[in-house]
């Protein structure tokens, strides 16, 4: 793992770490048919239509939202670690998680920011299911790789 003292820099890195568990969980239910869409197609439902989803610049747009909103969760939990300490980083994360999840999937959904709808309770439960553990991760990371940046000055 890239060695950083900058928190930014950190974060970034903790929350692309966690993404990488979450696409891979995404994947995994996608491939076994529990859920229609993944993140990625969700993220691509902010711009597209439901019949454009699939296409392929669709999905690039998607990953490339996808994984900048994993960024910017991973600086968000890198931040919350030096203002309330890094003690119990991985139960943050799972927290930080959670919360991120009921507002983006929670209100984002009521709102209809995205044209992608999750209309059963298993996807939506699954894919709350990869956010606790984009959140693990990323608090794993954060606590095990990154100890200086997250340090409170």
Request: proline share 3%; with cysteine.
């Given at each position: 793992?890239?060695?950083?003292k900058?928190?930014?820099?950190?974060?970034?890195l903790?929350g692309?770490?966690?993404?990488?568990?979450?696409?891979i969980?995404?994947?995994?239910?996608?491939?076994?048919g529990?859920?229609?869409?993944t993140?990625?197609h969700i993220?691509a439902?902010?711009?597209?239509?439901?019949?454009?989803?699939?296409?392929?610049?669709?999905?690039v747009?998607?990953?490339?939202?996808?994984?900048?909103?994993?960024?910017a969760?991973?600086?968000l939990?890198?931040?919350?670690?030096?203002?309330?300490?890094?003690?119990?980083?991985v139960?943050?994360?799972?927290?930080?998680?959670?919360?991120?999840?009921?507002l983006?999937?929670g209100?984002?959904?009521?709102?209809?920011?995205?044209?992608?709808?999750?209309t059963t309770?298993l996807?939506?439960?699954?894919?709350?299911?990869?956010?606790l553990a984009?959140?693990?991760?990323?608090?794993?990371?954060?606590?095990?790789?990154?100890q200086?940046?997250?340090?409170?000055?």
């Open positions: 793992m890239l060695k950083t900058d928190l930014f820099l950190a974060g970034f903790a692309w770490a966690g993404n990488i568990v979450k696409e969980m995404t994947c995994f239910f996608y491939f076994m529990w859920v229609k869409y993140f990625v993220a439902g902010i711009y597209y239509s439901l019949e454009n989803i699939d296409a392929p610049f669709s999905l747009t998607g990953a490339i939202t996808d994984w900048a909103f994993a960024g969760f991973g600086v939990l890198a931040l919350l670690l030096r203002y309330f300490g890094p003690a119990y980083a139960f943050k994360g799972i927290a930080l998680g959670a919360l991120v999840y009921a983006a999937f209100v984002g959904m009521a709102l209809d920011i995205t044209r992608v709808s999750l309770p996807p939506d439960f699954l894919l709350l299911l990869s956010h984009l959140g693990a991760v990323s608090g794993w990371v954060l606590e095990k790789y990154y200086e940046a997250i340090k409170h000055h």
